[in-house]
């Protein structure tokens, strides 16, 4: 499956900013999908997961501020990020096939990333 990530950008502390990540494949709605960032110097991190019933996971950094969800129709994965902080800017990756096990969801060598859109907050 191909991904395609867009919506990122440049906000004020405190804005809102909605990803999009558009994905190709009949294969798509039965993906546990994800949204990931990595700010720079540190290592790449969950952000939301959300399985393809809907069931979401978020990071404690996250939770009550983003919401992750998918419309299996459009092939297309979303981040609604609210209340944003400097501390959220980062690249962020949306990724196919996550793979949970037992404490964290990740993504192997059989899964799939899109290409990273950066979101830039300034204070």
């Known amino acids: 499956v191909q991904l395609q990530a867009s919506g990122g950008g440049l906000v004020q502390a405190g804005g809102s900013l909605k990803l999009s990540c558009a994905g190709s494949?009949?294969?798509?709605?039965?993906?546990?999908m994800g949204w990931f960032r990595q700010a720079p110097g540190k290592e790449r991190e969950l952000v939301a997961a959300?399985?393809?019933?809907?069931?979401?996971n978020y990071a404690d950094s996250v939770k009550g501020r983003f919401t992750v969800s998918r419309d299996n129709a459009k092939n297309t994965l979303y981040l609604q990020m609210n209340s944003l902080t400097p501390e959220d800017t980062a690249i962020y990756y949306c990724?196919?096939?996550?793979?949970?096990?037992?404490?964290?969801?990740?993504?192997?060598?059989?899964?799939?990333w899109g290409r990273g859109t950066q979101v830039t907050v300034s204070s």
């Open positions: 990724a196919a096939d996550l793979l949970w096990d037992g404490s964290r969801w990740y993504v192997d060598g059989s899964g799939y």
């Open positions: 494949g009949r294969a798509f709605r039965r993906y546990r």
């Open positions: 959300i399985t393809s019933g809907g069931i979401t």
